[in-house]
């Protein structure tokens, strides 16, 4: 069978036994059947063999006990397996869920955002009913005030006109899509800061609330309900623990119970497990009340600074005031989803509370305290009792180390039938396999030091046998298939991948952006070799220089020619002799022919010619 076919399977089954739950009256997720199905799959009291294919007869037998649990309402099991299959259906990292909401505001915009960026106004009516949509887009973008209370929309009208009047729209329509949208966010943001502003110095803020004000109420409120809770189910869980430990220990006499020892198992895993989701809440809501306060701080400073630097101004450059009023928003834009995130987790903490009813009914109120007494052992006797047997090595970020089995102590689960402690670091941490255990007494920790392979492979036949364990004690990855343990992956058969969780498919796409970097397009770049040799010689001016050159083959960019010379003849030519004489050269001087003194000219020739034989 292929892993497709498995997959089909697989969907099958799931989907058999969600209709025939639905026939009986309870509607249940497919991600819940998925989960019961691996539960029933894992478990070796069931006898499913994952070494070979399922048969009809597996099949069927799956579907009823997998049925059966699921309507088995009554069962803290299936009310810590819901709770387990809720908190990682709902619960994300304190980051996705800001950058969902984020998502979800940006959609929300884009109706809009795409009517502004893609009209074509053609007349004075049209601009103006633009200029009100842009209105509305900022509004929507802030969340400060409705866009259809009039106060709040003369307030932010006057806003924008300060910075973007009406009659800019012109320039504004002339952007490509791109840069208007980028426009819009930038005139949201200033906008949103000019109000803020405004309302710190009351002179403006319809339709804000003091945000500042509810959060430093709503958080040490939501945080406050929560360690609420989180007492209770401790104390209930300790309460649990006491009476599972009278019950299994052979020395002590006790009644019999009316409640199970199985049912008290379960029980104290609800609780447990309540209890783990309880303080991952609840560290969250400390880190955002530490964010809060950082951001309320911010803002305070750059108010401070705005306020200053437009103190009795008339007017002021916008170079200046902008990024203060950019840095309003964005602080606030960050309180506002520090409010989203407390809303969300405190949703999170109430949606829990259905899943603790069965083991809320297993004992009137008050009535394992009242029997129990000074029995009932909380954290901090039973790690004042045990502190007293070994520290810690000096470890850098010993408080820091990942704990297995979050935190529980394995000697105890295994030796105890399944009962949980928390471990106590102060005896010490075993590190085995790269791994951290830590034990709830130094007898437990020396025992499971001795053979620690056997117990972890007893811890995990117990997480089989009570499916619950495999979240609540974080054994995720010792229980996927994908892999055998000894690493040949390509022995795995085909009845071994109904343990994967199904597969959910859907359509989706993604895109790889052309040019990661920049667009920077270098307009005199040439590839050609020749048409750069061609702009050399056009830079070279040789007309102003006299040149003597010599081509070779090796000569660096030229061309590759060559020439051809012949040798010099060893000949000889003869001349006449060149001969020649001087004859005197005449001179012959007159003089007086200028006139004189006298009237009358008198002209005198003197010859100074040389005679020839001189």
């Not at 997959?7 to 089954?13: A, D, G, P, T, W």
């Not at 409705?146 to 307030?155: A, F, G, L, M």
């Not at 117990?462 to 390509?490: R, T, W, Y």
Request: aromatic share 6%; proline share 4%.
């Amino acid at each position: 069978m292929s892993r497709a076919q498995a997959e089909s399977v697989i969907k099958n089954i799931i989907r058999e036994i969600a209709q025939e739950c639905a026939g009986k009256g309870h509607a249940v997720s497919e991600t819940l059947v998925a989960f019961m199905v691996k539960a029933v799959v894992l478990d070796p009291r069931n006898l499913f063999n994952v070494d070979r294919t399922l048969t009809k007869q597996d099949v069927r037998k799956l579907v009823e006990l997998c049925v059966d649990k699921l309507m088995d309402q009554g069962s803290p099991t299936l009310d810590t397996i819901k709770m387990q299959v809720y908190f990682d259906m709902n619960y994300t990292s304190r980051r996705e869920f800001i950058e969902e909401h984020q998502r979800v505001l940006q959609s929300r915009l884009v109706p809009v955002s795409r009517e502004i960026t893609d009209s074509r106004v053609k007349t004075r009516e049209d601009l103006e009913g633009l200029y009100r949509k842009i209105v509305s887009y900022v509004l929507l973008r802030s969340g400060l005030g409705s866009s259809t209370d009039i106060t709040t929309v003369r307030e932010a009208t006057a806003a924008l006109q300060s910075i973007f009047p009406q009659s800019e729209l012109g320039t504004f329509m002339s952007l490509i899509k791109k840069d208007k949208e980028q426009q819009l966010n930038d005139l949201s943001m200033i906008v949103t800061g000019i109000r803020l502003f405004n309302k710190d110095s009351r002179k403006g803020g319809e339709g804000i609330d003091d945000l500042p004000a509810i959060l430093n109420e709503a958080i040490p409120s939501t945080s406050k309900d929560i360690e609420w809770e989180l007492e209770l189910s401790q104390s209930l869980a300790w309460q649990y623990t006491s009476w599972l430990e009278r019950l299994l220990n052979p020395e002590v006499e006790t009644r019999e119970c009316i409640v199970p020892l199985d049912m008290l198992k379960q029980a104290l895993y609800n609780v447990r497990q309540h209890e783990a989701f309880l303080k991952v809440i609840l560290a969250d809501v400390i880190l955002c009340a530490k964010q809060v306060e950082t951001l309320q701080t911010e803002l305070a400073t750059h108010m401070k600074l705005l306020r200053v630097t437009v103190h009795s101004k008339t007017a002021v450059p916008t170079a200046q005031v902008f990024p203060h009023f950019t840095a309003l928003a964005k602080f606030w834009s960050g309180l506002q989803d520090e409010m989203v995130l407390l809303s969300i987790l405190s949703n999170i903490m109430e949606n829990l509370q259905p899943f603790l009813a069965a083991q809320s009914q297993l004992f009137p109120d008050g009535q394992l305290e009242d029997v129990l007494g000074s029995e009932i052992k909380k954290y901090e006797q039973r790690m004042k009792e045990s502190s007293e047997w070994l520290l810690p090595e000096t470890t850098a970020n010993f408080d820091k180390l990942p704990l297995q089995y979050n935190g529980i102590c394995g000697y105890t689960l295994v030796k105890k039938d399944g009962l949980l402690l928390p471990g106590n670091p102060s005896i010490g941490v075993l590190k085995h396999r790269e791994k951290y255990y830590v034990f709830s007494s130094k007898e437990a920790a020396l025992r499971f030091g001795s053979k620690p392979d056997e117990y972890i492979a007893h811890v995990a036949e117990k997480a089989k046998q009570s499916p619950e364990l495999i979240q609540l004690l974080q054994l995720h990855q010792q229980f996927a298939c994908d892999q055998e343990p000894d690493g040949h992956s390509d022995r795995m058969q085909s009845g071994e991948r109904l343990l994967v969780k199904p597969i959910t498919k859907c359509d989706s796409s993604t895109q790889t952006d052309t040019h990661l970097l920049e667009t920077n397009i270098v307009k005199s770049y040439e590839w050609n070799e020749w048409e750069l040799r061609r702009k050399a010689i056009k830079l070279a001016n040789l007309r102003s220089k006299v040149t003597h050159s010599m081509q070779t083959n090796l000569s660096h960019m030229r061309r590759d020619n060559v020439t051809q010379t012949y040798l010099l003849e060893d000949v000889a030519c003869q001349s006449k002799r060149d001969g020649n004489s001087n004859v005197p050269k005449p001179q012959v001087y007159l003089a007086g022919l200028r006139g004189g003194k006298t009237k009358t000219t008198h002209m005198i020739k003197t010859n100074l010619t040389r005679s020839v034989n001189e």
